[in-house]
């Protein structure tokens, strides 16, 4: 059952909408926790109440659309509507359900249903929040799919656990570390089982999903995952053993559990093996990359060193000039001299040029410190990325270690299901009675005639003419053998 909900405003018109007489039959089947008795009066009531808040969406109108061949009763309606209810968390609300009746292309009638839902509530004054309201009836609609046995849409279909064929190094990694929850397992089975009608149909579907269907050692239906784990079929769907058989038909047709594992054991060691490239290949890019990288900082570092060596000369020498300047000449240095001023000028001067000599030396240190953490900054990046890469490869080596591991059991379990099916043949065999040809079962003993005509074809005579003589012959002989010289007239 398709469930299509949203918050709307508008209540007149959805109140005209909903009571179009251009559907065969309209009926108002509930009206719940509204004062008025009409649909229109209902949902100006839920306008008005909605005034006294700053919502305008005020109400949530939903549309129950069953599938085309279901015969879906008003009860199942209403468990629907219940469960849309619960899942929104507008249990309680005021609401109200409408039966529409309409014919379709093909003239059949169809039944389809309509919820309203007053989203305020008016003990607080406030609109209930509808977060995720779009993907929460998605998963209503599936569970409905799935509680009838309805054919479900591939768009509804939760893809569940992919098929890791065709996973990227990064899924794979990923699929690795979260594992697998029992719940999304079962509901990729019966996501598989709903959105197929065939043997064909729910193989392609479960190998989308990552499981392998095959034939059970006690001639059950059982899919294999990545892992070599076997899955029950009838189980994990929530199914009887006979639909299973009545869907997916002749299990004989199906390859065994162990040569399922053979299969899944070689995709995945040639699916470890590109993931091995890839990484390689990521490894000499991220080589190249750090190189290159490690060559431009070297670069931009020698230009930073070299600016800042041309800047202190250049303010060295302002400042050269700055302080010889103080030092005044003629009269006026004659003067200061006698007065002891162009001592303290020159005390002055030689601080200065300590100072801004330990300035210039510092902001060097400063400089030169700061370029050798971004040049370790670049080093340890790149080791970094080497031990990742190193740990990617011996973790994929452990993985196709373990499925060459899977492979080779299932080879053994092949193996021996030949030898003991052998030894029970052999075992057979010599427990079979054997026949003793007794004197009483021995065949009876060849005529006269019966040895001279198989006489006549040993040596080779097996025209008609020939035949005819002997028989004359035959007849004719007063013996009870032909004699050699009648043989050699013939």
């Known amino acids: 059952m398709i469930l299509v909900g949203n918050p709307r405003g508008g209540a007149r018109d959805l109140a005209r909408h909903l009571l179009k007489q251009e559907n065969e039959s309209v009926e108002i089947a509930e009206l719940r926790g509204f004062v008025a008795d009409d649909l229109d009066g209902a949902f100006q009531e ?48 005021p609401r109200a359900v409408v039966f529409h009746e309409k014919r379709g292309d093909d003239g059949d009638m169809r039944r389809h249903a309509h919820a309203v839902w007053s989203r305020i509530n008016a003990r607080e004054m406030k609109a209930v929040p509808l977060p995720h309201s779009k993907r929460k009836m998605q998963d209503v609609s599936r569970e409905l799919y799935l509680e009838h046995g309805w054919t479900m849409p591939r768009g509804l279909a939760v893809s569940g656990d992919r098929d890791p064929r065709n996973f990227s190094l990064a899924e794979w990694q990923q699929a690795k570390r979260i594992g697998k929850d029992p719940r999304e397992i079962k509901t990729a089975f019966q996501d598989a ?45 929530g199914v009887r053993t006979k639909a299973v058989r009545e869907r997916l038909g ?25 993931f091995k490239r890839e990484t390689a290949a990521k490894e000499r890019r991220e080589r190249e990359e750090a190189a290159k990288k490690r060559e431009a900082l070297k670069i931009r570092q020698k230009q930073e060193r070299a600016k800042l060596i041309e800047a202190q000369q250049a303010r060295k020498i302002q400042e050269r000039d700055e302080r010889q ?18 001592k303290r000028t020159v005390e002055r001067n030689e601080k200065e040029a300590v100072a801004a000599k330990l300035r210039d030396e510092t902001q060097r240190k400063t400089m030169a410190s700061a370029q050798v953490h971004q040049r370790k900054a670049v080093i340890q990046e790149r080791a970094q990325q080497r031990q990742e890469n190193k740990s990617t490869v011996k973790s994929l080596t452990q993985d196709a270690q373990v499925f060459k591991q899977m492979e080779t059991t299932a080879e053994r379990e092949r193996e021996a299901r030949k030898e003991a099916f052998k030894q029970k043949r052999r075992t057979a065999t010599k427990d079979r009675p054997r026949r003793h040809f007794l004197p009483e079962n021995l065949p009876p003993e060849p005529s006269e005639r019966e040895r001279q005509t198989n006489c006549i074809y040993k040596e080779g005579y097996s025209t008609k003419s020939t035949l005819k003589s002997v028989n004359n012959i035959c007849r004719n002989s007063s013996s009870n053998m032909l004699q050699p010289a009648t043989l050699y007239k013939l």
């Not at 509507?81 to 609300?93: F, N, P, R």
């Not at 390859?255 to 594992?261: F, T």
């Not at 300047?325 to 162009?342: N, T, V």
């Open 46 to 93: 839920s306008y008005a109440i909605s005034r006294g808040t700053k919502c305008r969406q005020f109400l949530f109108s939903l549309s129950l659309n069953p599938p085309k061949d279901a015969q879906v009763s008003k009860d199942q309606f209403f468990s629907a509507v219940d469960q849309a209810e619960s899942k929104l968390g507008l249990t309680g609300q």
């Open 193 to 237: 089982w709903a959105i197929s009608d065939s043997k064909a149909a729910f193989t392609h579907a479960l190998q989308e999903r990552g499981y392998w269907l095959c034939r059970g050692d006690k001639r059950g239906y059982v899919a294999l995952d990545v892992h070599g784990e076997v899955h029950n079929i009838a189980k994990r769907v």
């Open 250 to 274: 002749d299990i004989d047709a199906l390859q065994s559990v162990s040569d399922a594992k053979q299969e899944i054991a070689r995709a995945m060691q040639r699916k470890m093996d590109g």
């Open 325 to 342: 300047a103080r030092l005044r000449k003629g009269f006026l240095g004659l003067w200061d001299r006698l007065r002891g001023e162009r």
